[in-house]
């Protein structure tokens, strides 16, 4: 599991593991949102799995799904409503963490320049440069 910070409540990171949630709250993390669908995944990893273990480590769990389909402006308001309300660092997750990238930078537009959002995700390792004329 590598957890790579975008901001100090924001983090991302590649496919986690049921057991990884007890590292994942010692990190200080309070809420993992899982953006991965099921199908893409194994059943030993799918959203409801994930949740119970999750609630093992004292961790809220949220399933929000994404694909290129469904990155639309009502799930970039509800993955950042979730950031928001969290009571601490988010931590969220998917196949690379490339589509938990794309959500935040997509969230930033209109607050940020493009060049500081794609700063932000660089710096995190993940170069969204072809996002650009999203970006604003």
Avoid at 61 to 74: A, E, I, K, R, S
């Amino acid at each position: 599991m590598l957890i790579r910070a975008i901001t100090e409540k924001y983090a991302v990171s590649e496919q986690i593991a049921p057991e990884d949630f007890p590292a994942i709250s010692e990190a200080g993390f309070t809420t993992v949102i899982c953006n991965r669908p099921d199908i893409e995944n194994p059943p030993f990893l799918h959203a409801h799995v994930m949740a119970e273990a999750a609630a093992l480590a004292g961790l809220q769990f949220v399933n929000l799904p994404l694909t290129h389909q469904t990155m639309t402006p009502d799930n970039i308001t509800k993955q950042f409503d979730i950031v928001e309300n969290a009571e601490g660092p988010v931590l969220a997750y998917c196949a690379s963490g490339t589509r938990c990238s794309v959500i935040w930078a997509l969230s930033q537009s209109g607050k940020q320049s493009a060049d500081d959002i794609l700063a932000q995700t660089a710096q995190a390792g993940y170069d969204l440069s072809g996002l650009r004329g999203a970006l604003g």
